[in-house]
């Protein structure tokens, strides 16, 4: 690997002038710049990123920790949060925890030991006693997404309003007739959208006098596999729902499939909505009813609150919740639906 001491033999310098001209430094003449920088060219030489940023005090690396980047919500994040930070010359790192709560707190461990300079973090249990003690002791910027940690008081948050739009979606529900309601959950209480969405449905059925049934709220670590096992435990039920609300996104394959299986239509015979428009939401037919959130926006959100602390913008940690709206389409049908043709 090519060295300082090289490039300035073969241009005929000093070490210290290659080190001022790649610096950027202010006083070096064109023509030392000329001929250091064609030394750089002539033998290959890459400066050692790592080793520059530490002697500055900083890498110019951002850790980004997932729950799981097959998540298509997850994976739109990330590429927005790679684009923001790139643009303010900061590369990212990202560990994916593949669903597995003792990866988050490997993450955070080890994105530290890289010495990156702040944390993005959505993570798989937001509840865990050994991830609060990782964050809380971390001494870089560190921005939730989509998460609530307690004790993390240093930590910024974006934070998308599950709560208020699940209410909106489960209420147009309740007004079309379907009293019958079934919500399938994250693994409650692990994380902010589980509990939050979990509080926006009971809100709406107390809103309008309609006991929660038992067991209408299912949850399961958001998988496909979970989504059609639960699908088939409520339809096998004695009065089984007229709807379902779909919670994390990667269940709605599993809910889809089991119907599929039992030949129940979408719209006709059982009404559906998700809390996340994901791309299957609007291609399926009929279109799926979803509750919709700018993933994009929210990870612009999350970069500039960590550039701000990062670049001494704003001291303190900052909280900003943004709004989610409900896209009602064809498969929220009213009662009583169509059972024959």
């Known amino acids: ?76 994040m990330v590429d927005a949060l790679d684009v923001k930070l790139r643009d303010k010359g900061y590369s990212v790192l990202l560990a994916n925890s593949h669903g597995d709560p003792k990866r988050d707190v490997e993450s955070v461990h080890l994105l530290r030991q890289r010495r990156t300079d702040g944390l993005i973090v959505m993570v798989v249990d937001e509840t865990q ?26 930590a910024s948050a974006v934070l998308s309003d599950h709560a208020r739009g699940t209410r909106e979606l489960t209420l147009q529900l309740l007004d079309a007739g379907h009293e019958r309601l079934a919500l399938l959950s994250g693994l409650q209480g692990t994380t902010y959208p589980g509990r939050e969405r979990t509080r926006g449905f009971i809100s709406a059925l107390a809103e309008r006098g309609v006991p929660l049934r038992p067991r209408a709220i299912r949850d399961a670590r958001a998988t496909p596999e979970a989504g059609q096992r639960l699908t088939a435990e409520l339809l096998d039920d004695d009065e089984p729902p007229t709807a379902i609300v779909v919670g994390p996104n990667p269940m ?23 809390l996340d428009d994901v791309p299957i939401a609007a291609l399926h037919q009929p279109p799926i009813t979803a509750l919709a959130r700018d993933v994009r926006e929210m990870a612009h959100t999350a970069a500039t609150l960590l550039l701000d602390r990062l670049t001494g913008v704003s001291r303190f940690p900052r909280t900003v919740v943004l709004p989610t709206e409900v896209r009602r389409r064809a498969s929220s049908a009213p009662l009583p639906l169509q059972v024959e043709d």
């Open 1 to 76: 690997m090519a060295t300082i001491r090289e490039v300035a033999r073969r241009a005929g310098v000093a070490p210290s002038s290659v080190t001022r001209v790649l610096s950027g430094h202010p006083n070096v003449s064109e023509g030392l710049r000329a001929k250091v920088l064609a030394a750089v060219e002539e033998i290959g030489y890459r400066p050692d990123l790592l080793a520059a940023g530490l002697r500055r005090g900083s890498s110019h690396t951002v850790g980004v920790i997932v729950s799981d980047i097959i998540n298509p919500l997850l994976a739109e």
């Open 129 to 154: 006693p050994e991830l609060k003690e990782a964050l809380r002791d971390l001494p870089i910027p560190v921005v939730l997404l989509d998460r609530q940690v307690e004790g993390a008081d240093s």
């Open 252 to 274: 709605l394959v599993g809910v889809l499939r089991e119907l599929h299986r039992r030949k129940l239509r979408v719209g006709r015979d059982l009404a559906l909505a998700c």
